[in-house]
């Protein structure tokens, strides 16, 4: 992915003088971070921010950058993704991981809207009253819930991933613990086998040695009475 180098002032004024999608990552250290930088690197994704002239910035989610972003848009889940429109105003903001498929349409979803508004700005008229400021979010959230719904919607199901990754954790370590157990008994009965067996050899060992002591004892006496 072809990242901003600069300042996000920067970023933010070529975006407003380029007129295209302002997109902001804010990644983390954790494992949802290594699967959303793997997205950002697919090709597909890489081309279709190029296509559409994306300014691209990331931010470490501990940084000072991301302290001051999060006061105009509340940072809530790590990693997240902020599309911003010209005017500042949020065209969608994805929150965790995304599979590449959907994370593909959703950045194709964004660039129509932010194509469509724009088209729709450039054909009014000139002389007439302009818009207020908030004619893009109006467009770009008449069919959609708010923002903040939408990050705690992503955060619930977060959490409910979370909850289930748990429960399946408790499972299995309750899976092994009765394994270790079952292995356990299996080598204590293994013990116990092993246990008789040796005894049971060292009978037949003390039967053999005290047969065999009998019949030198006999063999002697036979000997003597041939002698006598």
């Known amino acids: 992915m072809n990242w901003?180098?600069?300042?996000?002032?920067?970023?933010?004024?070529?975006?407003?003088?380029?007129?295209?999608?302002?997109?902001?990552?804010?990644?983390?250290?954790?494992?949802?971070?290594?699967?959303?930088?793997?997205?950002?690197n697919d090709p597909e994704v890489v081309n279709l921010c190029n296509d559409g002239g994306c300014v691209a910035i990331k931010m470490a989610a501990n940084s000072n950058d991301c302290a001051h972003f999060s006061q105009i848009y509340p940072v809530v889940v790590v990693p997240s993704t902020y599309f911003i429109g010209v005017n500042?105003?949020?065209?969608?903001?994805?929150?965790?991981?995304?599979?590449t498929p959907d994370?593909?349409?959703?950045?194709?979803n964004v660039l129509k809207l932010h194509n469509d508004l724009g088209t729709a700005q450039s054909n009014l008229p000139t002389g007439?009253?302009?818009?207020?400021?908030?004619?893009e979010p109006k467009a770009n959230t008449e069919d959609k819930p708010p923002?903040?719904?939408r990050v705690q919607k992503v955060k619930e199901k977060l959490?409910?991933?979370?909850?289930?990754k748990e429960r399946l954790e408790k499972?299995?370590?309750k899976e092994e613990e009765a394994e270790r157990r079952k292995l356990g008994r299996d080598l204590q009965k293994l013990k116990e086998f092993q246990k008789e067996r040796e005894m049971k050899e060292t009978v037949d060992q003390l039967k053999k040695e005290k047969a065999e002591e009998k019949r030198q004892r006999d063999k002697i006496k036979e000997?003597?009475?041939?002698?006598?």
């Not at 970023?11 to 949802?32: E, T």
């Not at 959490?159 to 289930?164: I, L, R, S």
């Open 4 to 40: 901003f180098n600069g300042s996000i002032p920067d970023a933010i004024q070529r975006s407003k003088q380029q007129k295209v999608v302002f997109i902001v990552y804010v990644y983390g250290q954790n494992d949802l971070t290594n699967e959303m930088d793997k997205v950002w």
């Open 223 to 228: 000997q003597i009475a041939r002698d006598r």
């Open 88 to 99: 500042g105003a949020p065209i969608e903001v994805t929150a965790g991981h995304k599979d």
């Open 103 to 108: 994370f593909i349409q959703v950045l194709k």
């Open 147 to 149: 923002l903040e719904e």
């Open 159 to 164: 959490e409910q991933k979370k909850a289930e």
């Open 128 to 135: 007439g009253a302009q818009p207020g400021p908030s004619t």
């Open 171 to 173: 499972e299995k370590e």
